[in-house]
């Protein structure tokens, strides 16, 4: 950030009064510039023993294979920005069953939130952000074509988790490199 959205003046970090982080400061009316981490709402959507998959028609990774999810819209739930990026990318219309997994990707500054759900149809078909949406079966997933990898663990917990028939609500940090001090 350069410039105040207040005032348009220059900012400059600084560690404002009561606070213990550096923040974009602007010195000419004193607003703070917070910067938060970035919300991403999707669906594991489920259909008998298939899970729907979209390939995605947008960088990044474009090409490549994904649960449908995005970065939520003011104004909405968790739950309804879940439902909406399921409409959006996969023409999908979904049951949520609950939160399935938390992930907190904290070198890019976002949280992922994927809630676990049933199709209410199989009326779906490629929204203007993919390539082709299908259902497949943990045999068929294109393992090697994943997008991203918080899409590939919920797939990996979700396979294993039907294997038991408990479905518990998994949270967990992923870091390209694991900061000192914190095991492997």
Known sequence: MK???QCGAAVALAIPAGDDRHRHVCPSCDTIHYQNPNIIAGCL????DRVLLCKRAIEPRYGYWTLPAG???NGESTEEGALRESWEEAR???KLDG???LFSLPEINQVYMIFKGELTDLDFGPGPESLEVALFTEDEIPWDELAFPVMRKTLEYYFADRK???FPVRSEAI?????AGQGQ
């Open 3 to 5: 410039f105040c959205s």
């Open 45 to 48: 959507p489920l259909h008998e």
């Open 71 to 73: 970065f939520m819209e």
């Open 92 to 94: 999908a219309r979904m």
């Open 99 to 101: 939160l399935y997994t």
């Open 164 to 166: 038991s028939g408990n």
């Open 175 to 179: 870091y390209r490199k694991r900061p």
